[in-house]
């Protein structure tokens, strides 16, 4: 794992090729482990790993946690509501002083985009080397979802050899609240990397047309994409026209939280239009495999049935493929600091 360059893992726009194929490899070898008395590594022992969570969440900030105590680092969580954010502090002089206690990692979430990325620029500033993993910001990016997301998939097209190379061609539909989505944004990045064509879809108000170009341009303050040619993107407003020759879909949560104005009529519509259902998998012409990052919305974005559908409903497995590529990211990133 000697070409890991990424000190904090902050976006996947600046992730090569080779980043995907490192996180994915180590990852399913952390996965084969043998569940008995090695599962715990020592590749952590004596690093303190901070969880810093600003935003909820149940499944980054625990599999992150059982991630990092797999690989026997300490672990310290963060519990804004009875903190001293409750008095005004601010996320910088939080995360200061959680440095200040011996953190050498910590795995930032915050409801505001680039938080993390600021974050990183201030510990450097400051002359600390604790390194910065994002557990999700704001609008702006949730780069361990993408990972284990592109995991997932590889993992159903290629049980045997689940690499990004798996990825080539294949068409894979977004649908949902793209707008409000880091999930997407992540995806776009390390799918179109890995080669997939990715359809986005959904009713306009949450699905504008300049996600066309999303790839098309490094984001402000990255100099080159480090990868030399993406797979494409393409909106498409009709969820049956969408999923026609799809190979994978993945419906996303519609983030209520974040729709400070009337983006939807009514949810009963929006389960018509774009709920996945069995009925409408047909549309795909195949057996296709369904992904959502979770929470969800039961009966909205995905019916009842098809949620607990297990021969083609993945979100049990990517909850689980979340522990070994969070663990990867732990493993990678500790190894640049030592
Ligand atoms: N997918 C996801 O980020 O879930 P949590 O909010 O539970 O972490």
Redesign the pocket.
Known sequence: MSNWTHQHILDLATFSKKDYFSVLELAHRFKSLPNTGARKLPALQGKLVTTLFFE??????SSFELAARNLSADVQSFSPSISALKKGETPLDTALTYVAMGADILVV?HSVSNVPEQLAKELQHAGQRTAILN??DGLHS?PS?GLLDLYTLANYFDPINPNPDALIGKRIVIVGDILHSR?ARSNLWALTACGADVTLCGPKSLLPEEFEAFVDHPPPGQKDDPIDKRGQIKIEYSLTKALSKADAVMALRLQKERMHQNYLTDLNSYHFEYGLTHEKLKYSGKLIPVLH???VNRGIEISNDLLEDRSICLVEKQVQNGIPIRMALLYLIAAIDS
């Open positions: 909820s969440s149940t499944r980054t900030r979430r557990g999700g949730h979802q999930v990052p979770g929470p």
